[in-house]
């Protein structure tokens, strides 16, 4: 147990340690090459953009789908967003190279065609929220330092969300791989189907409705973790440690290695590992 201990507070430490880098100062705009960048609203064909790639100080960043363009549209404000499109790369930057902003808080709505599909899709925001409306993407990324994130409808392979605080909530995502990290929040999700999900946590609830998942591996140090499973699983193994807490795992045994199975028709299509230091972790079948 010891070493379990050892080991989630050397996950909270990495965790924190990631994310310190945008809580610094607001004042001044991070470092970039703005060679080539013009400013404010702009539009651009979709067919000339394969990656995205927001960088957002203090306001939420708004992704619609709507429309056959691609669209990124600012709040007024003194202090101009900076873009440039380039080898089908879009570069969205809150304001100039090194400017200060001071205090200034504006939204960013993204606007997408609903049959685009990015390759990459990356949102970081210091200060405010994350919300998707419809977004396919091979990888979609999502950063915050303060604020939520929140996926309606969200699919392709790779999901990476990591946040300092706010909550992750997520309607409906499809992804081979889904990895998220938080130092303090919950992640909530109504429906999740992935072949592989690792989620690390400090300080925050995990629950999940309806997942469908081949491998599950939860590292948490404080909160609770409620798995549902969808009823296109068949059986599942559960191996938990939990140091503060209890493991209630529905319908299942412990074998003789002390994992827990659930047998179905199917056999064992879900593996789930997780450790937790204090909390409890229930498993609900179908």
């Known amino acids: 147990m010891k070493k379990l201990c050892l080991l989630l507070l050397l996950i909270l430490a990495l965790i924190c340690s990631t994310l310190l880098f945008a809580c610094g100062d607001n004042s001044r705009m991070t470092e970039y090459d703005g060679t080539g960048y013009l400013e404010g609203n702009a539009s651009f064909n979709a067919t000339d953009v394969k990656k ?7 306001g939420d960043v708004i992704v619609l789908t709507e429309g056959e363009e691609v669209k990124i549209d600012e ?4 202090e101009k967003m900076q873009y440039k499109l380039e080898n089908g790369v879009l570069n969205v930057y809150y304001a100039k190279s090194n400017a200060k902003i001071g205090k200034i808080t504006k ?3 993204l606007t997408l065609p609903v049959s685009l599909v990015l390759d990459e899709l990356t949102l970081g925001v210091t200060d405010g929220d994350i919300s998707c409306d419809i977004v396919s993407a091979k990888r979609l990324e999502c950063l915050t330092a303060d ?6 409808h969200a699919s392709g392979e790779d999901l990476f969300i990591k946040n300092a605080s706010g909550d992750i909530r997520i309607t409906d995502a499809n992804f081979l791989r889904f990895k998220s990290q938080s130092a303090e929040g919950s992640l909530s999700a109504l429906s999740l189907k992935t072949d592989n999900a690792k989620i ?3 300080d925050g609830n995990v629950t999940f409705a309806d997942l469908t998942a081949k491998e599950v591996t939860i590292n948490g140090a404080s909160g609770n973790v409620m798995i549902g499973l969808s009823d296109k699983v068949g059986g599942y193994s559960l191996t938990a440690k939990v140091i503060d807490g209890e493991i209630n795992a529905n319908g299942a045994r412990k074998d003789e290695s002390g994992k827990y199975v659930y047998f179905s028709g199917d056999g064992i299509t879900s593996e789930i590992t997780i450790n937790l230091v204090d909390g409890n972790v229930g498993i609900v079948t179908p």
Not at 52 to 58: C, L, M, Q, R
Request: proline share 0%; net charge negative; aromatic share 8%.
């Open 107 to 109: 939204n960013l709505t």
């Open 200 to 202: 690390e946590f400090a």
């Open 147 to 152: 604020g939520n994130v929140t996926l309606k």
């Open 75 to 78: 709040e007024s404000s003194n």
């Open 52 to 58: 995205i790639n927001v960088v957002w100080i203090s």
